[in-house]
């Protein structure tokens, strides 16, 4: 996703949901619904960024 505002605002999406619904742990495939409803299109990782950042999508790549 390259438009920042909307990653931002996914971002927040999948947090409240999760809030909500009172998750201990935001899964990716949990995320992954989030995503595709905010979007409208479906998410596509790579096998390789599967593994190195199963437990955030929204990793900034700033930070390794």
Known sequence: MKDAYQRRRTKARVEKSARLKKLPVITLEFAKKVIE??????????DDRLASRASSPFSDSRRS
């Open 37 to 46: 409803d905010e979007t409208g299109a479906p998410v596509q990782l790579g």
